[in-house]
């Protein structure tokens, strides 16, 4: 379980075919001594375990799935991807719940800034779109953030400068794509009303 509040915004150092699968290497200075073999990290808000730690860099194994599934499928090395740990069960919960399982890629209709401020527009599939309300939150590349208004197939969220500091919204331009995950909130509430009377009782 995660918060959506990004702990820091690591470099790929490598990502190379495995014997096992696609090796991703990550330098985590902020993070990476905390972490041990078998941690799980929010990378690029795709929940994935450490299976190596190396001088605050760490490795992780990701699937053939989880490519297909989210934008590690297009990074590179230098790219910068959103981290964080995951949540203590003392601890606030300053975003929202966020479980690292990725509903699918959006599109960056367009990034710009608007006097202090930035404007992120993006475009999303239906099955991520049904979700999205005004007001309410979504993460994006694993960032809690909270959605300003809603198209047919786009929405909009006004970032704060802090924000766009310590994520990869600092290197983001139109045409990237996202990794997006709904409220799990609406998924319950959807998944309860589908069911017939009898059987919610």
Request: aromatic letters at 6%; a positive charge.
């Amino acid at each position: 379980m995660f918060t959506g509040i990004v702990e820091e915004a690591g470099q790929v150092v490598s990502i190379r075919s495995g014997k096992r699968s696609t090796e991703l290497t990550v330098r985590a200075p902020r993070i990476g001594q905390s972490l041990h073999i078998g941690n799980s990290v929010a990378v690029n808000g795709a929940c994935l375990t450490v299976v190596a730690r190396r001088r605050g860099a760490l490795r992780f194994d990701v699937l053939n799935e989880t490519l297909q599934r989210t934008n590690l499928e297009f990074v590179q090395e230098g790219s910068l991807v959103n981290l964080e740990r995951p949540l203590r069960a003392n601890a606030r919960l300053d975003g929202h719940f966020v479980l690292g399982h990725v509903d699918g890629r959006g599109k960056v209709r367009a990034f710009k800034r608007e006097g202090k401020d930035y404007v992120l527009d993006v475009e999303a599939p239906p099955a991520v779109m049904r979700y999205v309300v005004e007001k309410g939150s979504i993460a994006i590349d694993g960032i809690s953030l909270t959605v300003a208004g809603v198209h047919r197939n786009w929405f909009r969220i006004w970032i704060i400068p802090h924000t766009c500091e310590i994520t990869n919204l600092q290197a983001c331009r139109a045409g990237d794509r996202v990794n997006l995950e709904a409220d799990i909130l609406g998924k319950y509430v959807e998944q309860l009303m589908r069911r017939p009377p009898r059987a919610r009782r």
